[in-house]
């Protein structure tokens, strides 16, 4: 039998998933902008991050890797102050993200973040470690720091 997580403890775990999350998004982000240095700001075809390299990852035009970076930072943000009700607006952003190439393929309407399909799963890997994580902590009851009761 498993002894249950106590609340600190916890609070612990999510603050590092959010920390790991942000911090690989706005890596991810930060490269996706440098080689979109020369692309569109919004739509037209994305500049591919390792394309040099032939490996065909993501493609990125400067709005993507802007959201990118902000969504990352935001969940870096929910981690250090200990709030992970943040990550919840960074894990809708990177899952609004996830929608828009679906809905663009779907209806035909520019792509407005140069988003492919390998974007895509990113960006739900991106929503999902933010989205849960918080999910989890106000499940738990977890609220600021302040409102953390010391176990005994």
């Known amino acids: 039998m498993t002894k249950a997580a106590s609340v600190p403890d916890l ?5 590092r998933t959010q920390l790991t999350v942000g911090v ?4 991810v ?3 996706g902008f440098w080689v979109a240095r020369n692309a569109d700001f919004s739509g037209g075809p ?3 991050i390792f394309e040099d ?3 065909r990852t993501m493609s990125y035009n400067r709005l993507g890797a802007v959201l990118t970076i902000v969504f990352g930072a935001i969940g870096i943000a ?17 899952a609004l993200m996830a929608v828009q190439p679906l809905l663009q393929w779907r209806t035909g309407a520019d792509n ?3 988003a492919t399909g390998r974007n895509w799963s990113f960006n739900l890997a991106m929503a999902l470690g933010l989205l849960v994580p918080a ?3 106000r499940l738990a009851g977890m609220g600021a720091p302040s409102t953390v009761a010391p176990t005994d």
């Open 11 to 15: 609070a612990t775990r999510v603050a």
């Open 24 to 27: 690989v998004a706005l890596a």
């Open 29 to 31: 982000g930060v490269i």
């Open 46 to 48: 994305g500049a591919i």
């Open 53 to 55: 390299l032939e490996l």
């Open 78 to 94: 929910a981690s250090l102050v200990r709030r992970p009700m943040l990550g919840l607006i960074g894990g809708t952003g990177f």
């Open 112 to 114: 407005l973040l140069a």
């Open 135 to 137: 999910v989890v902590a």
